[in-house]
């Protein structure tokens, strides 16, 4: 099958899957669309919401439709690194034996992951940068496809331990649930309170989502794409001669070259999934607030005049 042709099979497959995740996911559409781009980037990503938004089952109906192993992991104050990782045992024989832990599958559902304290929340850095893990010494591969999806309540600080910010560099996107609109929210809830229940096709296999991925990465891009990507990324930087006012004024740190890359794989990927064979600015332009937004850091002087991450964005694009 030429590229060609393996773009347009894959834009009639993306269009089905979507659908397929419609019958359970009512609204949400830009929260859908940006966790199947992660997934298409071989990306993480993180969902932030108040609770009741359908965080968990987006994952779950996600897991289904591509037909991957998914575990869930509920993150609390007193999970151990061992409890996602695995941990080594003494066999009837006297040896050491390792046991997997719920890590080793395809999508993770880290579920309320700033619930839990800072070592267990490192256990993760190494499988979600590195695709492997390493236990006791010995090292162990994560077999592809592999995803991290975790959630986030954005309101509740009561025993919250906030992520470092290199553990969010590792999130392609940060996507923000919205509440849904009046039409949605009567679906939901005639959807949900009836003996209706929806089952969910699998579309894909591992090895479908793994070629999906390397068809991604050979989207071909223009310089000026890129340049205009590494611009971008630039002015979010306060003490960078590209910064504009509103930059100095509000922020105290801007992204690092991983948000460049990133805007870069997602684009290709937001060009893929319509019907385009290589991505412009207008598609850097689409995947630029989740992927900046949890890169920036804001200053007290935002806070205090109520200036959003968001509205520096997009007075940047």
């Known amino acids: 099958m030429s590229d060609v042709e393996a773009v347009t099979s894959l834009v009639e497959k993306y269009n089905a899957l979507k659908a397929e995740i419609g019958k359970v996911i009512i609204g949400q559409h830009e929260a859908v669309n940006f966790t199947l ?115 986030q309540n954005p309101i509740e600080q009561e025993g919250t331990y906030p992520l470092p910010e290199a553990q ?26 009836s003996n209706n229940t929806q089952s969910i096709n699998s579309l894909f296999s591992s090895e479908e989502i793994v070629a999906a991925q390397k068809l991604v990465r050979k989207i071909p891009v223009a310089e000026n794409v890129i340049e205009y990507a590494v611009g971008l990324v630039g002015k979010t930087r306060p003490k960078s001669k590209a910064a504009p006012t509103l930059v100095t004024s509000y922020l105290d740190w801007g992204a690092g070259p991983r948000a460049s890359q990133s805007l870069i794989l997602a684009a290709k990927a937001h060009a893929v999934v319509n019907g385009k064979f290589s991505p412009d600015i207008e598609d850097v332009k689409a995947v630029a607030i989740p992927i900046l937004s949890h890169r920036i850091v804001k200053n007290y002087k935002a806070e205090a005049e109520g200036i959003t991450i968001s509205d520096i964005i997009k007075s940047l694009l």
């Open 37 to 151: 781009l992660s997934i298409l980037c071989g990306g993480h990503s993180l969902l932030i919401g108040v609770p009741g938004l359908a965080k968990t089952l987006l994952v779950n109906t996600v897991s289904d439709a591509l037909g991957l192993n998914f575990k869930r992991i509920q993150f609390t104050p007193d999970l151990m690194p061992s409890d996602i990782l695995g941990s080594e045992i003494l066999d009837e024989n006297r040896h050491f034996k390792f046991i997997k832990g719920p890590i080793f599958s395809n999508i993770i559902l880290a579920d309320e992951i700033n619930r839990t304290p800072p070592k267990t929340q490192a256990a993760l850095l190494e499988a979600m940068q590195e695709r492997s893990v390493t236990v006791a010494g010995n090292h162990y591969k994560l077999a592809p496809p592999f995803f991290v999806l975790a959630t």
């Open 168 to 193: 969010l560099d590792r999130f392609l996107f940060s996507i923000y649930l919205e509440y849904p609109s009046f039409q949605e929210e009567v679906a939901v809830v005639k959807s949900t309170t």
